[in-house]
């Protein structure tokens, strides 16, 4: 069969071509040909869409500047969603100002702490109040943008979150910097590409960050435990680039005393979710310079000294620490790992 009749678009008619066959003609491929145009992949219906009910989470304190025009915004958005469920809850870690006042104002669920717990309190305080499947974390300084929203919805039918990326812009040079630090240490422990590590913009399934709740910490740095976890646990994570918006007032981070809070959960998370990460290099480093020293010695003075004998055993340690603490992690993971198929 020559090229022209091998077109995946392209249809015989093989009962004209018998016909014309049987009467001796020879046939024409212009006139017995016909092209199939291809059809795009029909929408899928609403009612099968993964997101279903939906809770907003707005963490905020002391942001009577930012909230009222935040959640103007947030309600045309739900709207055009047109979700069965959806609800705001706005938790006012502590504020001295009008945020609790003006977040019921526009109709809002209000949670209130009595005094200030730390952004990642507030978090993790309404992440337990939500009644939804899936879970919005947007910050009340009005820096995330409510109608990104359409579009990572669209990405949910493929992830079990979705992040919303800055792509390293949005903040000080020192802050892009060292934000750019954390993505790639963060990158290396999860084994995969991180574009931004601390973005507290996300869509998540309430299920899952439901079981790893327990894991974040009271402060800023909740956004990095998050995400690892849920990378190293084998949930699928993708991520949205957006433009970050300028805020009103005064930012609430403390770039030295948050910048190395964020260095040590990483650690403790690579620990916890995969220790052969730390303990391997560690293991590797120590033996090199075993081996180095034992080299040196050797050639020096034909011998091996005790100093070699102790970084080879010192490797070996930390390597069988290394194996001892990946199957902890692993029993440890058990205990998350419950059935969550029901939204897959």
């Known amino acids: 069969m020559s090229a022209e009749l091998q077109h995946p678009d392209v249809e015989i008619r093989t009962d004209s071509l018998a016909a014309l066959m049987a009467a001796g003609e020879r046939p024409s491929l212009r006139a017995e040909i016909v092209i199939q145009r291809p059809t795009a992949a029909p929408a899928v219906p609403a009612h099968q869409k993964r997101v279903q009910r939906l809770t907003i989470v707005v963490p905020a304190r002391n942001e009577s500047l930012n909230l009222p025009n935040l959640l103007a915004e947030i309600e045309p958005v739900l709207r055009a969603a047109a979700l069965p469920f959806s609800e705001v809850i706005v938790v006012d870690d502590g504020s001295t100002d009008d945020t609790p006042t003006i977040a019921a104002a526009t109709g809002a669920r209000v949670v209130r702490h009595a005094e200030s717990l730390g952004n990642g309190a507030a978090v993790k305080r309404g992440i337990r109040e939500a009644k939804g499947d899936w879970i919005l974390l947007l910050d009340g300084d009005g820096q995330h943008p409510p109608h990104e929203l359409p579009a990572m919805l669209a990405m949910a039918e493929r992830y079990d979150m979705v992040v919303g990326s800055r792509g390293g812009r949005g903040g000080s040079l020192h802050r892009n910097f060292a934000n750019q630090v954390y993505n790639g240490l963060a990158s290396y422990v999860s084994g995969r590409k991180i574009p931004d590590l601390t973005s507290g913009f996300r869509l998540v399934r309430a299920d899952v960050v439901k079981d790893l709740v327990w894991l974040l910490p009271n402060t800023f740095s909740y956004p990095t435990t998050i995400t690892m976890s849920m990378l190293r646990g084998g949930w699928s994570v993708g991520f949205h680039p957006f433009a970050v918006r300028a805020r009103k007032g005064k930012s609430h981070v403390r770039l030295i005393a948050d910048g190395s809070r964020f260095f040590l959960i990483i650690l403790r998370i690579a620990t916890m979710f995969a220790p052969l990460r730390v303990?391997?290099?560690?293991?590797?480093?120590?033996?090199a310079l075993g081996v180095a020293w034992y080299l040196h010695t050797w050639w020096n003075d034909g011998r091996?000294?005790?100093?070699?004998?102790?970084?080879?055993?010192?490797?070996?340690l930390l390597f069988a620490l290394g194996l001892i603490a990946e199957q902890i992690a692993a029993l440890r993971f058990q205990n998350l790992s419950r059935d969550h198929g029901k939204n897959g």
């Open 279 to 287: 303990f391997l290099p560690a293991s590797l480093g120590t033996a």
């Open 304 to 316: 091996l000294t005790n100093m070699a004998v102790l970084l080879l055993t010192q490797a070996g």
